[in-house]
């Protein structure tokens, strides 16, 4: 069963960076691929990044060209680094395995 610990959350002022990190235990992880989702106070959960087993990126309109995902395989872990953070980025980060297993999020906050 694969289970992943985020790390990186925080509170951060407009226009500053912050990066979080998931790593997931069990074997075959550069055979998934990975992603962040986000869920503000209200709102309902939203794609925030993803990245296939080759690499592949794809991002949401709102984060496009400010956050950047990747991936080491040989530490089992994704990251999204976030730059020039704006306050409706404030919401909970939350990796996602394609075996269909969720982080248990992490509190980001941006303050204006």
């Known amino acids: ?20 990190s998931c ?21 309902q959960r939203e794609l925030v990044a993803t990245i296939s087993s080759a690499g592949n990126t794809h991002y949401a309109d709102s984060v496009k060209g400010r956050f950047i995902i990747s991936r080491d395989n040989a530490k089992n872990t994704v990251y999204l680094q ?3 953070l704006k306050p409706e980025d404030t919401a909970v980060y939350y990796c996602y395995h ?15």
């Open 23 to 43: 790593t997931a235990s069990g074997r075959n992880f550069r055979a998934y691929g990975m992603g962040w989702h986000r869920q503000a106070p209200g709102k």
């Open 1 to 20: 069963q694969v289970q992943l610990v985020e790390s990186g959350g925080g509170l951060v002022q407009s226009g500053g960076s912050l990066r979080l």
């Open 98 to 112: 394609n075996a269909g297993v969720w982080g248990q999020g992490t509190q980001v906050t941006v303050s204006s």
């Open 82 to 84: 976030m730059n020039s």
